[in-house]
């Protein structure tokens, strides 16, 4: 398992096809080709398993299993080439030529994340797409880019998270093939590459893994449903299934890292958590291969264990996603406070999460109505990822409206400088960098005319409140997904320009790119809506004064220091007004260092 795939349909080193599914009730299992008169009988081994060796099974070609009497696609397959319910198709992963074997993954120190949905980034929507805007983000500084799902699933316009065949690269996107090609090409170009991976629940429309086995549990309930097995009676080929598939992207796919969804829903009370087998088997292929891999988690507990070591008792994950630091963020430069907001009252928060990584750390939430979280005070700041938005806090708006359609253009600039000098690792999504304009809404292309309006009628009820902003878009319609697309040709060089230079000095400066959380302070003012930041490597200090208010504000910097003024986000090159040398400009930054 570690070395090479082992579920599905693959092929050895002469071409054979070596077949292994798991059916555990089925009395009768058989390959179908298509177009073939006679099926290819499978033979049942141990624990539920199907084994076959066959030579007439060549890459290309597409099938079905047939489980007592019933044609179903390849739970494991690699190619869905006519969608969700059309046969699979064999791929022999191995006949791609790689050349990318000088490769090192950067430090997870120097990450800096820019998270793009293959559809919508480009007007081609796909990976050559994607490839073709690999010197722009260079250019930009990024250092490694996250692709959000690319899981098989229906039709051609998706987020990504209703895939349905974990295995299976979208064809829309083009498949295992152009997947290949473009990670090879970051990698020649420096770039590391994040895949964003599902594995609490399945999507409704195509799922057939049920047909096959206890995939699913009732012992727990997600918001999708029946969670995933990771526990129940059967669980153990389920465990393998995805940990199968954790390693085909690291081996076979050359993925730097995995950030993995709402790892919260993973339902799990094994003696031994998913996560922290995940990570061990994960830590075998990289001792086999050298090549070093990060599991990152989107996660909203509050809870260290996850990202802490095995060898002191966590889970083992590399880093998380901090959505904490992006509402206290959010509040303290103006935005609602309704919802899941509620929790966060004013930039003493957001002070707090730069200093604590976790807002709440076991202190009293209202909005849970309870006392919430633990301190992360021994976990590095390279254990946690901050951002002014995602996919999620602008999709899951009623409208998709970015930063740049709620916030000031000099509120944008402050959001974006507040994020890059945190002693965290930065993200980025895709085309905040120059304040693009278009919305990225929540988007959807199923199959199933039923199951189209089920969702659309929900997200009309679960926003039915704002009717005073109009109707939330249709999800299903063609014109939802092209208003969420970037438009390319309505660049604001300005803000372009302001990202560039922001993310060079985080490079440039140790005090900055050092993510040592113990050299650190940060000091707010609530009345005036100032907030100090200093840090500092060695001989290397930087000062970041924010001013958050409306207001002018007399400049007081700390004293014993000769600071100079490295960026001011009020200059007249960025469209500000260039301010004095006593008075800070209104949503404004003054980065300094001695």
Request: include cysteine.
């Amino acid at each position: 398992m570690i070395d090479k795939r082992t579920v599905g349909v693959n092929f050895d080193e002469q071409g054979v096809a070596q077949i292994c599914l798991w059916a555990p009730t089925a009395r009768e299992v058989s390959l179908r080709l298509a177009n073939s008169k006679a099926d290819l009988l499978l033979e049942k081994t141990s624990f539920g398993y199907w084994d076959l060796t066959s030579l007439r099974l060549k890459p290309g070609d597409t099938y079905h299993f047939v489980l007592d009497g019933k044609a179903l696609p390849d739970p494991a397959s690699l190619s869905q080439p006519e969608g969700v319910h059309g046969p699979s198709q064999a791929i022999n992963l191995h006949n791609f030529a790689w050349e990318d074997s000088k490769w090192k993954n950067p430090p997870q120190d120097d990450y800096i994340i820019y998270e793009l949905h293959t559809g919508t980034f480009t007007p081609e929507g796909n990976f050559a797409g994607i490839e073709a805007k690999l010197d722009y983000l260079i250019e930009l500084g990024i250092t490694a880019i996250e692709i959000m799902p690319v899981a098989q699933f229906p039709g051609d316009r998706n987020w990504g998270y209703d895939g349905v065949f974990p295995f299976a690269v979208q064809n829309s996107y083009g498949g295992s093939k152009a997947l290949m090609h473009l990670v090879n090409a970051c990698h020649q170009k420096n770039l590391a590459v994040i895949l964003d991976v599902v594995y609490n629940h399945i999507g409704p429309d195509g799922n057939y893994l049920g047909e096959y086995g206890p995939y699913f549990t009732q012992k727990y309930k997600t918001p999708w449903g029946n969670a995933i097995n990771f526990d129940d009676a059967g669980c153990d080929a389920v465990r393998r299934y995805f940990i199968e598939n954790v390693l085909m992207w690291f081996r076979d796919f050359h993925i730097d890292a995995l950030r993995m969804d709402a790892v919260h829903a993973l339902k799990d009370f094994s003696p031994k958590h998913i996560l922290q087998e995940i990570k061990e088997e994960t830590d075998k292929l990289m001792a086999l291969t050298g090549k070093a891999h990060y599991l990152l988690i989107e996660f909203d507990l509050n809870d260290h264990r996850f990202i802490d070591p095995i060898k002191k008792c966590g889970y083992g994950a590399d880093a998380q996603w901090i959505d904490e630091f992006h509402h206290a963020l959010r509040v303290t430069a103006g935005g609602e406070q309704d919802g899941y907001y509620s929790d966060f009252k004013s930039i003493a928060d957001l002070a707090k999460s730069y200093r604590d990584a976790y807002v709440y750390d076991g202190v009293y939430s209202s909005h849970r109505d309870k006392v919430f979280g633990n301190k992360a005070s021994g976990n590095p700041g390279n254990q946690f990822i901050v951002f002014s938005q995602n996919h999620d806090q602008v999709g899951n708006r009623m409208l998709g409206e970015r930063s740049s359609q709620l916030f000031s253009f000099e509120m944008q600039k402050l959001m974006a400088a507040a994020v890059m000098v945190s002693p965290y690792l930065p993200l980025l999504f895709m085309g905040e960098e120059w304040s693009a304009q278009s919305p990225f809404q929540f988007f959807v292309s199923h199959t199933d005319p039923e199951l189209a309006e089920v969702v659309r009628k929900g997200r009309k009820e679960e926003f039915a409140s704002f009717h005073n902003k109009g109707e939330a878009p249709d999800p299903q319609a063609k014109e939802t997904f092209e208003r969420s697309k970037l438009q390319w040709d309505k660049i604001n060089n300005v803000m372009l320009n302001y990202y560039k230079t922001l993310i060079a000095l985080r490079k440039s400066l140790p005090a900055l790119s050092n993510l040592n959380r113990a050299n650190l302070s940060v000091s707010c003012n609530q009345e005036q809506q100032t907030l100090i930041l200093q840090r500092w490597h060695q001989d290397q200090k930087v000062c970041c004064l924010m001013n958050f208010s409306e207001r002018e504000l007399p400049i007081h910097l700390p004293e014993k220091e000769d600071w100079k003024v490295v960026l001011n986000s009020a200059d007249a090159k960025w469209v500000g007004i260039n301010s004095s040398t006593q008075n800070m400009q209104p949503q404004s930054i003054i980065i300094y260092t001695n």
